[in-house]
């Protein structure tokens, strides 16, 4: 069982910069695929990154490739999110998944937290 908490949402003007990050219950983290899952108003949901459990492979959507870092601290239990160059477009609320299926967990993650909310401003 994994139990996921995120953090790090919030209020941002275009252009700017969030971190969020994500702390995981349990001692077997670094066997676990991470990734982060967003859905935005009226949206359907959509893959933003995913990272393997010892934190070497990484993947991206398209749309936050440049923009967007995953990355996780083993030790700590905790996986982040950075996001820089903020589009309106990002707005939605990031859930933090985990799977031992890194391929399972850009669709159907079988752990997920409460989510966090991303509004960016105009």
């Known amino acids: 069982q994994v139990q996921l908490v995120e953090s790090g949402g919030g209020l941002v003007q275009a252009g700017g910069s969030l971190k969020l990050s994500c702390a995981a219950s349990g001692r077997t983290f670094s066997t676990y695929a991470m990734g982060w899952l967003r859905q935005g108003p009226e949206k359907a949901r959509e893959f933003v990154a995913a990272i393997s459990g010892g934190g070497g492979s990484t993947y991206y959507a398209d749309s936050v490739k440049g923009r967007f870092t995953i990355s996780r601290d083993n030790a700590k239990n905790t996986v982040y999110l950075q996001m820089n160059s903020l589009k309106p477009g990002d707005t939605a609320r990031y859930y933090c998944?985990?799977?031992?299926?890194?391929?399972?967990?850009?669709?159907?993650?079988?752990?997920w937290g409460q989510g966090t909310q991303v509004t960016v401003s105009s």
């Open positions: 998944v985990a799977d031992r299926n890194l391929v399972v967990i850009r669709t159907s993650p079988g752990y």
